[in-house]
C-alpha cells in the first residue's frame, strides 16, 4: 500500500527549479560568501583556544561587528561574519552553530553554549518557488542560550532569559524569562531584586 504521508497537499505544486533559479545573493555577497568559506573561516579555525582578540580580528576583517572581550570558539561555525553583530563581553561556545542567512544580534555579555543553533534562515513554505526567508534573531544582553538549544528565525530572546538546554524556542521569549522543552515553554520568571 503507497500512503501520502501528507494527504490533501499538492506535491506538484512545489517549483523547485524556480527555487534554484532565484537570485537570493547579490553578486559582492556569493564573493564574500566564497572568500569566507575558503580562506576566511579555514583561518579562523586554526587559531588556537587562548587567541580570543584574533578571532575577533578575522570577523572583523569579513565585516562582523563584534565588542570588546567576546569569546568566540574556533570550533564555532558562523554562516555569514557580516551578519554577526555581538556586544561586549559576549560568548559564542565550542561547535555553536550561527546560521545568520539574516542578522543575529547577540547583547553584551550574553552566552551562547556549545552546540547551540541559531537558525536566521527559512523558506516561504506557501510560495510555489520556496522562497528564502532571513528573519533576524536577537539575543538580548545577559541571556543565556544553554547547550544544544535551538532558536528558530525571527526570535528575540529577551534581556537576561534563559533557554535551556535543548529546548526549541520558535516563538519569542520575554525579558528575564526561563524557557525549556519543544516547544519552549516558561518555566520561571526572574524577578527585578529577586
Known amino acids: 500500500m503507497n500512503r501520502d504521508p501528507h494527504p490533501g497537499q499538492d506535491h506538484g505544486a512545489r517549483d523547485i527549479a524556480g527555487n534554484r533559479a532565484a537570485r537570493k545573493w547579490s553578486a559582492a555577497e556569493m ?16 587559531v ?24 568566540i570558539h574556533r570550533t564555532a561555525r ?10 561586549d563581553y559576549a560568548s559564542l561556545g565550542d561547535r ?5 542567512l539574516g542578522k543575529i544580534n547577540i547583547g553584551a555579555r550574553a552566552t551562547v553554549s556549545q552546540n547551540a543553533h541559531l537558525c536566521a534562515g527559512t523558506h516561504d513554505h506557501a510560495s ?3 522562497d528564502l526567508l532571513k528573519p533576524p534573531i536577537t539575543v538580548g ?6 547547550a544544544d538549544a535551538f532558536i528558530g528565525p525571527g526570535v528575540t530572546v529577551g534581556a537576561g532569559a534563559i533557554v535551556a538546554a535543548r529546548a526549541v524556542a520558535v516563538r519569542d521569549v520575554p525579558d528575564g524569562a526561563r ?16
Open 179 to 194: 524557557v525549556a522543552g519543544n516547544p519552549a515553554r516558561s518555566i520561571a520568571r526572574e524577578t527585578p531584586g529577586g
Open 141 to 146: 544582553p545577559e541571556a543565556w542560550i544553554c
Open 78 to 87: 558562523i554562516a555569514v561574519p557580516w551578519n554577526l553583530e555581538m556586544g
Open 48 to 71: 588556537p583556544r587562548p587567541f580570543w582578540g584574533v578571532r575577533r580580528a578575522i570577523l572583523r576583517m569579513f565585516g562582523a561587528r563584534i565588542g570588546n572581550g567576546v569569546h
Open 31 to 46: 564573493a564574500g560568501r566564497l572568500a569566507w568559506e575558503t580562506v576566511g573561516a579555514a583561518i579562523f579555525r586554526m
Open 96 to 100: 555553536a552553530i550561527v546560521y545568520n
Open 128 to 130: 510555489p518557488t520556496f
